[in-house]
């Protein structure tokens, strides 16, 4: 999981997020990664507009966001 989250930190891309929070809440989270430091990771994140952080072991499924672009004909 770590090495995903840090590929994504590289690659400057988006990431959907199944998180589970302290309480046992399950939240989805779409997230910009910003640095990976130990257990946990500090990501910019988009469903609550702040900068938040996280434990790696809480996470319970990671994806990339990938975007398609239009071309105008």
Do not use: H, W
């Not at 589970?20 to 997230?31: F, I, L, Q």
């Amino acid at each position: 999981m770590r090495d995903q989250l840090v590929k994504a930190m590289q690659r400057n891309q988006l990431v959907n997020m199944m998180y589970m929070a302290k309480d046992g809440t399950v939240s989805k989270r779409r997230n910009k990664i910003i640095k990976v430091v130990g257990d946990s990771f500090q990501a910019y994140c988009f469903t609550k507009q702040a900068k938040r952080t996280f434990l790696i072991g809480n996470i319970l499924a990671v994806n990339p966001v990938f975007r398609k672009e239009r071309n105008v004909v």
